[in-house]
Structures are given as C-alpha cells and as structure tokens.
C-alpha cells in the first residue's frame, strides 16, 4: 500500500493533471515598451513635423502657392500618424517622465494636426497624463480648445485662431466662452501670455465679442 502511493506522490510530481492541479500556471508578464526606441522614434517625428511648418506664411508669392505647401503638409502628416498612432494604440499616451519633453511634443503635434474623431479619441489620455503631470497641461488645454473648435463650439482658453471665422477670411481668434476670465484660466492652466498677447504671436484679430461662424463648406465640422 505504502508503495503505491510513493508510486503516485512521484508522478503527481511529475507533472499533475490539469483537473487535479490546483495550482494555477504563472501570469505571462507584459513586455515593457521600449522608451529609450519609443524617445528616438518620436524625436524624429517631431524634427519632421516642425520643420514643414518652419515657415513664413506671408512668403509665398500666391495664394496657389501657399496651398501647395499646404497639400505637402498635409502629406506629412499623414505619414507621421501612421508612425505615432499604432505607439498610443500599444502603450497608450506616453508619460514624458519615460520619453522626454521631445517626444512627448510629437504625439501632441500628431494628434492636434490631425482629425476631430482622432483628437477625441486620444485627448482623455493625454489629459488623465496631464493631471499627473505626465503630459503639458497647456499642450492639453490647446487640443481641448481645437476639438471644441472643429464641433463649432467656443473654445476655453483662446488658443486657437482660424481664417474661416470671418466673411472676408484672414486669420481670427476662434471664439471664446466666459471671455471675460479667459486670461485668469489661461494663467491657472500654466500660460505665461494673455489671449491678446497670444493673438499677436499668432498673427490672428482678436475681437473678445467675436461670434461663431455659420458653417459652411470651408470649415472642417
């Protein structure tokens, strides 16, 4: 008697049963992203994207001209998402403690040139990061003020500027809500310039009882 059950105790040592093993298998362990490739890959994106974007809008000699160069940025973008969208699928929204300033700059940029369903799809990670610290909170206040602005809503922080606001076109500060404490927010949020201050920067009129446009085929909503 003894014997069989030593002959027993040895195979169940062997390797148990799975009905009789009562003990689970191991969890498989998520591979960790590779930050330090993740950092070179996005620093590359952005280098790109800015330096199609490192112009003087008033250089061009026409208008056809400055809407070539707006076709070729356009296609720029569009390979620069294919590189940084398939990342945030993966990994999610990138903490900038992992990859650096640069690189965190480039999913922002990819993102906030890019469409609304994308910004909307994207924007609540980047602005759960930024709570932690983990992202730009202006950077966040900037794609939140876009994504309000392509739903044809007033923005917050008056970040954004558009030539579409105005009949006779030229680029305008997209409207604001509650304009009257847009600087107080803008301050909290970490700007360091006022909205009107931001408008001269960005070459844009800025009328604080500004209206929002009526749509037309020119707007992007």
């Not at 992203?33 to 000699?61: C, G, K, M």
């Amino acid at each position: 008697m003894k014997l069989i059950k030593t002959i027993t105790i040895l195979l169940l040592m062997a390797g148990c049963q799975p009905s009789l093993c009562t003990t689970s298998a191991p969890a498989v362990e998520e591979k960790q992203p590779d930050y330090a490739l993740l950092r070179t890959e996005l620093e590359e994106v952005y280098d790109v994207d800015q330096s199609i974007r490192n112009i003087h809008w008033d250089s061009f000699p026409s208008p056809e001209a400055s809407k070539v160069h707006s076709m070729k940025m356009m296609a720029v973008d569009s390979v620069n998402q294919t590189k940084v969208f398939p990342i945030i699928e993966q990994y999610g929204w990138l903490p900038k403690s992992k990859v650096g300033e640069k690189a965190a700059s480039a999913m922002f940029y990819v993102v906030q040139h890019s469409s609304l369903e994308t910004i909307e799809k994207y924007l609540p990670q980047m602005e759960a990061l930024a709570k932690q610290g983990e992202a730009s909170a202006t950077d966040a206040a900037r794609m939140r003020d876009r994504l309000l602005m392509f739903q044809g809503k007033k923005q917050i922080y008056g970040t954004q500027a558009a030539s579409w606001v105005r009949p006779e076109g030229g680029q305008v500060i997209w409207p604001i809500e509650d304009v009257e404490n847009v600087n107080k927010r803008r301050k909290e949020i970490g700007f360091t310039t006022t909205v009107e201050e931001n408008a001269k920067q960005l070459g844009a009129k800025y009328d604080p009882n500004e209206q929002l446009p009526k749509k037309n085929n020119d707007t992007p909503q």
